[in-house]
Structures are given as structure tokens and as C-alpha cells.
């Protein structure tokens, strides 16, 4: 019949009516976002299996740390662990929940877990004299200079700060990258685009050209048009998957977590025997400093003197186990690097089954031939002279725009961590005033980068301040809060205002 009624196909000769063209269009719609969500899945799958895997292995070394620290301390220390088990529980308790994401300061929870524990110690090393709270008070503050458990929990301190830092950015940027194509994954598909997919996949029915597939260049355009916003997400989807890969390095090499994470009983139980060690000039040092305490009704015990003598704890290393773990994430990092820009070519070969690209006799959206217009580029921006789809430039999917910054937040985050900073005890304000909208990316993925141009970073139509004065390796480093900047900002002008 005559297609004068058609609305979306060509109005030549066709078999269709307008209530079939009708169901198409609506077959084709939800045809197109089922092979989106399922593109989706697969990449969510991978990620969460990655997450799952690390998660699963840091919580392992953790509990094996606690386990071993509560089979070997009773027999070890007798009174002094029995009688200070809380203060072991609680500390294992603040990093598992520092792990996990609360706002907890990991270096304050850790120089308190050493002042309550030489609190405890020094009482129970000391029976014999009667020791109140607000003496304990200043034993701590006399005590602290002269390192009572040594170097320990220092280097503990730097060590674990930098691996838990690293570990939970890690662990966190695998559930962001998940969510974000999760997110990208449900955005419908404009009228638009609708109409161009119902063209491109079902216009040959309705000329009786059923078999014949769509021109692969005219597939391209389409669905290109169609996830021109998508694609937007490119770069900041590659920053994240770099410093991803960046801090998986860091995590089997300088802040290894099977060293540390492994070893924290062992380092907890060598703090205990260097204060045993030192038990007496400390004393000695605390006492002259706040003076003698009374002497104590119930007398002393020896409980300590029989539990001297250096500690043998072992740590069961599973190196290997983490190597093999960063080795597997690394090689899915790099294959989803670029999934967005890849996702067009990687639906038209694959789902709407093209045609190869030389092909002459393949639907170009009119007829059965060759398809002569050129294929346009990635990205919003590059969709002004789309020929099968119309895009409007200057109206980005606000969904995805969020779920970029997501992105630009997370890789901060990231960026931070591989350097050994935690972010999130810093001004919140800055993750959405800039610092993570720019220059975020880790040094060791785009120092060369950012050295060359601080405009080098512009995404193609990111509607985001930029900033400058980011930090000197390209790291956005993040030392002062944006609201310090703003208050030095103004006592700096009051002042010139008064020397006037």
C-alpha cells in the first residue's frame, strides 16, 4: 500500500499500517534499552565480582590478625590481656568501621587505642601503688616523650593509615563505577531517538526488506546519537579506572596490606614487650614528673614478671593471593576503560547485527544501498550535524552530569589515597566546590598531563568550574579546607585595607 499515513519510516511503497509502525516503535524502544541494561550488567558484574573478591580477602586478613591476637595474648600476657580485652576488641571494631565507610578519623582512633592501653598497662605493671585518673592523665603526657612502647606506634600509625586509606578508596571506587553504569544504564531515550532506532531497526520490514541488515557507518550514527551524553562519561570513566589500577599497585606494594594488615597483632604484641622492657625508667620518668602515687592496700602481684620474654607470633603471608587479586582487577580495569565510547560499535555488531562497513547493499535508513554521510565523533558536542538524529547540544541529561561528578569525586578520593591522604575528614564542601572537578587524577596517571596545561583536563561539554592551584604533582592536593581559603582570602585584603 501506499505510505503516505507513516510517520517514522519512508512513505513509499510499505506493508505496514500506521497502528504496526506504532508497535515497532515501542518494540524497538524497549528492544534498544534492554541491550543498554544488559551492555550494563555485564560491566556492573565485572566490578562487583572484583569488589567482592578484594573485600572478601582484606576482611579475611583482618579477622586472621584479631583471631591470632586473641589465641596467643592469654597465654602471653595473662592479666594484661584478660584484663584489657575491650581495648583490643574496640580497635579491631574502629578499623572495620573505618573500612566500611564511617567517618571515622583512623589516626585518632589509633593514638587513643595506645593511650588506653598504657593507661591499663601501666597500672597493672605498677599494682603496688594506688593510681587515679587524673595521675593516669599526666602519666600520659609525661609518658608520651619518652616513647613507652618505642617506635611502634608510629610506624603503625603511617603504615596502617596508608594501607586502610588505600584499601577502602580501592574497595569503594569498584561499588562508585558499578553504580554509575547502573544509573547510566536506566536513563530513558529521548522521542528522538526512538523514532532514529525504530528507523534503523524495523523501516525494512515495512519495505518487505526483512533480511536485509542496517549499513554499519548508519548503525554507527544512530546509536551514537542516541548516547551522545553516554558517551560524555569517557574521560572521567578512564580516570577512575587509571587510579584504580594505580592504587591496586599501591595496595601490593608500598602500602601492602598483607604486610600490614596481616601483621598488626604481631606489632601490638612487640609495643607490650618494649614497655615491659622499659617499665622501670619509665616509671621512674613519670614519677618524677607528677610525682609518687600512694601506695596501694591490696599489695603487688607479680603476674607481670612472670609474663616477660619476647614474643613469637607468626603472620601466615598470602602474598601471592594478593598479587594474583591485583593482577585479575588490573587486566578488567583496562578492558572497561573505554566502554562508553566503545558501547556504540559494540551494540551494532553485536545486537542490531550490522552490516560490515563496505557494504553496498545494506539499509541506510531509506533504502537498500551504501551509506554515504561520515560518522560523527563521540560526545554531545560532537552531535550538531548528526544525520539520523536529532540532538539538542545545549541540554545535557542532567542524570548523567551527576553521575560524572560521581566520577570526578571518586577518582579524587582515589587520587588522594595514592598519596596517603584521607579526604573525607577534610571540608566536605570541597568534593562539589572543584577539587574533584578538575585536575583529580592521580600523578602517576596524568602528572605529564596537568605539567603541560592546566586546561589540558576540559571535558567536551562538562558544565563544571574549573579550578586552579591544584597541588604541585598534579595530585589535587586537598591540605587546605576551601573555606580556609575563602577566610584567608578576606583577612588578607582586610589587611592591605589597613596598611592603606
Not at 593514638?111 to 593507661?119: A, D, K, P, V
Not at 606494594?253 to 622501670?280: F, W
Not at 538524529?389 to 541529561?397: L, Y
Not at 575528614?425 to 568534593?431: H, M, R, T, V
Request: aromatic share 8%; with cysteine; hydrophobic share 35%.
Amino acid at each position: 500500500i501506499l505510505g503516505e499515513h507513516l510517520r517514522i519510516c519512508p512513505q513509499g511503497y510499505t506493508c505496514c499500517t500506521s497502528e504496526m509502525e506504532e508497535n515497532f516503535a515501542n518494540k524497538s524502544r524497549s528492544e534498544f534499552e534492554a541491550m543498554l541494561k544488559e551492555a550494563g550488567r555485564a560491566v556492573q558484574t565485572t566490578l562487583t565480582a572484583q569488589h567482592r573478591s578484594f573485600d572478601s580477602y582484606f576482611q579475611d586478613l583482618l579477622n586472621k590478625s584479631e583471631k591470632a591476637l586473641y589465641d596467643a595474648f592469654p597465654s602471653m600476657y595473662g592479666e594484661l590481656y584478660t584484663q584489657n580485652m575491650k581495648v583490643f576488641k574496640d580497635l579491631y571494631s574502629e578499623l572495620r568501621r573505618y573500612y566500611r565507610g564511617s567517618n571515622i578519623n583512623l589516626e585518632e582512633a589509633l593514638n587513643e587505642f595506645w593511650t588506653r592501653l598504657l593507661e591499663r598497662l601501666f597500672k597493672l605493671l605498677n599494682p603496688q601503688y594506688h593510681i587515679t585518673d587524673e595521675y593516669l592523665d599526666c602519666m600520659v603526657k609525661h609518658a608520651e616523650q619518652h616513647k613507652p612502647f618505642g617506635e611502634v606506634p608510629r610506624d603503625l600509625k603511617v603504615k596502617a593509615t596508608r594501607a586502610f586509606i588505600a584499601a577502602r578508596s580501592y574497595a569503594q571506587g569498584f561499588l562508585v563505577g558499578s553504580d554509575v553504569v547502573k544509573k547510566v544504564s536506566q536513563v530513558s531515550l529521548s522521542h528522538e531517538c526512538t523514532r532514529a532506532i525504530m528507523k534503523l531497526m524495523y523501516c525494512p520490514h515495512c519495505r518487505g526488506m526483512s533480511s536485509v541488515k542496517p549499513c554499519n557507518n548508519y548503525c554507527l550514527n544512530v546509536v551514537k546519537g542516541c548516547l551522545a551524553n553516554q558517551a560524555d562519561l569517557n574521560t572521567e570513566w578512564k580516570y577512575l579506572m587509571d587510579s584504580l589500577v594505580v592504587v591496586a599497585d599501591r595496595i601490593d606494594g608500598p602500602y601492602n596490606v598483607d604486610t600490614v594488615i596481616g601483621t598488626i597483632h604481631m606489632r601490638i604484641a612487640e609495643a607490650i614487650s618494649n614497655l615491659q622492657e622499659n617499665k622501670d625508667s619509665l616509671t621512674a620518668k613519670v614519677f618524677q614528673g607528677c610525682g609518687n602515687p600512694k601506695i596501694s592496700t591490696k599489695g603487688s602481684s607479680s603476674e607481670d614478671k612472670k609474663r616477660r620474654g619476647k614474643v613469637a607470633l607468626e603472620a601466615k603471608s598470602s602474598a601471592q593471593a594478593l598479587e594474583m587479586l591485583v593482577l585479575d582487577a588490573k587486566g578488567n580495569l583496562t578492558a572497561l576503560k573505554t566502554y562508553w565510547i566503545t558501547l556504540p560499535g559494540s551494540l551494532c555488531s553485536k545486537k542490531v547485527m550490522a552490516s560490515s562497513a563496505a557494504d553496498d547493499k545494506c539499509w541506510n535508513g531509506m533504502t537498500k544501498g551504501s551509506y554515504l554521510p561520515e560518522v560523527m565523533g563521540d560526545g554531545l558536542a560532537n552531535q550538531i550535524n548528526n544525520p539520523e538524529v536529532e540532538v539538542d547540544i545545549t541540554k545535557p541529561d542532567m542524570t548523567i552530569r551527576q553521575q560524572i561528578m560521581q566520577l570526578k569525586i571518586m577518582t579524587n578520593r582515589l587520587g588522594n589515597a595514592n598519596i596517603g591522604n584521607d579526604v573525607d575528614f577534610q571540608d566536605a564542601s570541597d568534593d562539589m566546590s572543584g577539587s574533584g572537578s578538575g585536575d583529580s587524577c592521580p600523578d602517576d596517571v596524568c602528572g605529564k598531563r596537568l605539567s603541560k596545561s592546566p586546561s589540558t583536563r576540559q571535558p567536551e561539554t562538562h558544565a563544571i568550574p574549573k579550578q586552579s592551584g591544584h597541588g604541585i604533582n598534579g595530585a589535587s592536593s586537598r591540605s587546605l579546607p576551601s573555606a580556609f581559603l575563602l577566610l584567608l582570602s578576606v583577612a588578607f585584603i582586610a589587611a592591605q585595607h589597613l596598611w592603606r
